[in-house]
Nanobody
Framework: QVQLVESGGGLVQPGGSLRLSCAAS????????IGWFRRAPGEEREFVAT???????SCKDSVKGRFTISRDSAKNTVYLQMNSLKSEDTAIYYC????WGLGATSSGQYAYWGQGTQVTVST
């Protein structure tokens, strides 16, 4: 069973950048798809980006060109590089894992979740 820990959140001004990390332990990391989801205040949790177990990537239309998901297998970590941040990106960001996952955009496909990290984009 894999355990996930997110880090890298914080307060940033509009137009700024953050890199979120999702560190995994307890499982064969390269067998898992990793998804990033977020929940803004008063909103439902939504898909942001995903990386299949074969490292195929996909992301939400509103973050294309700004967010990049990547994997460092040596560090058992998946990153979400977020550039040109906007106020509407403010949310708690969660990473999730699915064994042999193909990169689903539905949160229900993911069995393992981290605790989340807060991202606030504000002046």
């Amino acid at each position: 069973q894999v355990q996930l820990v997110e880090s890298g959140g914080g307060l940033v001004q509009p137009g700024g950048s953050l890199r979120l990390s999702c560190a995994a332990s307890g499982g064969a990391f390269n067998r898992y798809a990793i998804g990033w989801f977020r929940r803004a205040p008063g909103e439902e949790r939504e898909f942001v980006a995903t990386l299949s177990w074969t490292d195929r990537t996909s992301c939400k239309d509103s973050v294309k060109g700004r967010f990049t998901i990547s994997r460092d297998s040596a560090k058992n970590t998946v990153y979400l590089q977020m550039n040109s941040l906007k106020s509407e990106d403010t949310a708690i960001y969660y990473c999730a894992a699915e064994l042999w996952g193909l990169g689903a955009t539905s949160s229900g496909q993911y069995a393992y979740w981290g605790q989340g990290t807060q991202v606030t984009v504000s002046t």
